[in-house]
């Protein structure tokens, strides 16, 4: 290489980093002016903002701590060039949600958990607020995945890393095409499901594919939704209350001394029980979700519409508001005593002013509020009543002296569907009769099922022959 052609392209290296330099500079300057209109929070770092201050394990206990910190109900974090609005306090939260929820029912734009994925503009738990929400909203569901934590994954700092080509950086590429294979596995169950006899919801989806002109994705994101966002929830705050049952007997026995007091020794317990007659239950049910809310972030952020003024700060259309609810429903002037289980809070009204009628938020805020809330709550009440009446629910025993083992109430999983970390527990049938009932009632509900029996024959290498893009 000749020596002239080394000092030109010496010159056009050094030009493009000093444009590099100049860009950088003229956009952190646009970071440090908006920062002064944001709520307070930890000092940015150009481009990367705050990603190596926020920890990437549980990172809400730490946000937590922020609130005490900068004496504010929410904090300002920067993940990249970005900031995100993290709402640690139940009333602000409620402010902006739910009394402007017409303006924060939008998402904002999410690099893993949507362009990548190809879900921004296909699934319902990432589209923007809009008509093609509502086509799936009526549709019901969600899937929350712990690519929503901020600070946690390099890619939502960096967003141009996703553009980057798969021979520089595979991440991206393998990611997105094993999305393509899921959203088509999905669809190809749905296929397979509405073919089936009975009703069930594959049909009503497969309908709705040609009447709403939903694509397969779409078809295959709802389907999806239901496990992703039904399964894991519903079966964490189970295991929670569980948990809560072996820690906190007292409560168990109130619980069991109602459902007595209701309902005679020779049946189990029903809806019709369930309305009005058990008091303590419902709110034993709703302390449950609110001391160890499973969707520790409240799903997925919102995201305004407009630009919003709030208590002398300027949100921008688009701002990224998180609901961390880890912080708001362990709030001791809300919640006084938060770790201890005490369904009372709840009881007879409640105890405590909440800006709510329900007293918590485990299902979200506003028009973006869960959709399978109902269906969520129902099931829970149902299947909780029937597993506190059937049984004592005790500590399990060590292996050595056969004592009680000490439980962890903090010793939660790290996903952002927090669930507790597995515990030895005991379930005693309360007595000989119950034992009697509940195998009688087990074989009945078996047979009932026999029908859905059967395995699908569709594999993950099905779908990779023709996954589906949008
Ligand atoms: C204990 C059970 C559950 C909890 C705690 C829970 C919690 C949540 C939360 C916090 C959100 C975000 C709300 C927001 O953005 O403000 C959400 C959204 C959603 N949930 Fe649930 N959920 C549960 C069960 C279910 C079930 C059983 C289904 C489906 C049958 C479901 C489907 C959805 C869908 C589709 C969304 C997205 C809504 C949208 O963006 O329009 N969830 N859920």
Redesign the pocket.
């Known amino acids: 290489m000749s020596l002239s052609l080394l000092g030109s392209l010496e010159k056009a290296l050094l030009a493009g980093l000093a444009l590099g330099l100049i860009a950088t500079i003229i956009d952190y300057i646009r970071m440090l002016k908006l920062r002064q209109k944001l709520p307070p929070g930890p000092f940015p770092l150009p481009l990367v903002g705050n990603h190596f201050q926020t920890p990437s394990i549980r990172p809400w206990i730490e946000w937590e701590k922020w609130t005490e910190y900068y004496n504010s109900p929410m904090i300002t974090l920067w993940i990249g060039r970005h900031p995100r609005i993290i709402l640690n306090d139940a009333w602000t939260a409620s402010d902006l949600?739910e009394k402007k929820s017409d303006i924060f029912s939008s998402r904002p734009r999410l690099i893993l958990m949507g362009d990548v994925i190809n879900a921004t503009k296909t699934n319902?738990?990432t589209l923007p607020y809009g008509d093609r929400?509502r086509v799936h909203?009526k549709l019901?569901?969600?899937e929350?995945v712990n690519f929503v934590v901020p600070g946690v994954f390099i890619m939502e700092t960096l967003p141009f890393l996703s553009k980057l080509p798969s021979w520089l950086y595979k991440f991206p590429s393998q990611l997105s095409f094993g999305a393509a294979c899921m959203w088509r596995y999905f669809y190809l169950l749905t296929e397979e499901g509405a073919k089936a006899s009975e009703d069930n919801f594959s049909k009503i989806l497969m309908n709705s594919q040609e009447k709403s002109g939903l694509t397969d994705v779409e078809v295959g994101g709802l389907a999806g939704?239901?496990i992703g966002?039904?399964v894991d929830?519903?079966s964490s705050?189970m295991i929670s209350c569980v948990l809560a049952m072996c820690a906190f007997p007292d409560v168990q026995r109130k619980a069991q001394a109602e459902i007595d007091s209701v309902i005679s020794a020779d049946r189990s317990p029903t809806w019709e029980d369930l309305d009005t007659k058990l008091p303590y239950i419902v709110a034993l049910v709703k302390e449950v979700?609110r001391w160890r809310?499973?969707?520790i972030l409240?799903?997925?952020p919102?995201a305004n519409t407009k630009d919003v003024e709030y208590k002398g700060y300027h949100f921008p259309a688009g701002t990224n508001m998180i609901?961390n609810l880890w912080a708001i429903h362990r709030n001791p002037r809300d919640f006084p005593d938060p770790d201890v289980f005490r369904p009372e809070r709840f009881l007879n009204g409640l105890e405590r002013p909440y800006p709510n009628a329900k007293g918590s938020n485990?299902?979200?805020?506003?028009r973006?509020?869960?959709?399978?809330?109902p269906?969520?709550e129902q099931g829970?009440l149902y299947s909780l009543t029937r597993l506190i009446w059937a049984f004592d629910l005790k500590a399990g025993l060590d292996n050595n002296q056969g004592k009680e083992v000490k439980l962890d109430i903090f010793a939660y999983t790290e996903s952002e569907n927090m669930r507790p970390e597995p515990f030895k527990a005991r379930f005693i049938p309360r007595s000989e009769k119950i034992h009697r009932l509940v195998m009688e009632e087990a074989a009945v509900a078996r047979e009932a099922l026999r029908k859905y029996d059967g395995e699908t024959k569709l594999t993950m290498e099905d779908a990779s022959r023709n996954p589906a893009w949008v």
Request: proline share 3%.
């Open positions: 949600l319902q738990t929400w909203r019901i569901l969600m929350v939704n239901l966002g039904g929830t519903t705050t979700l809310s499973v969707a409240a799903g997925i919102h609901g485990p299902f979200g805020w506003g973006r509020q869960c959709s399978g809330q269906f969520a829970l």
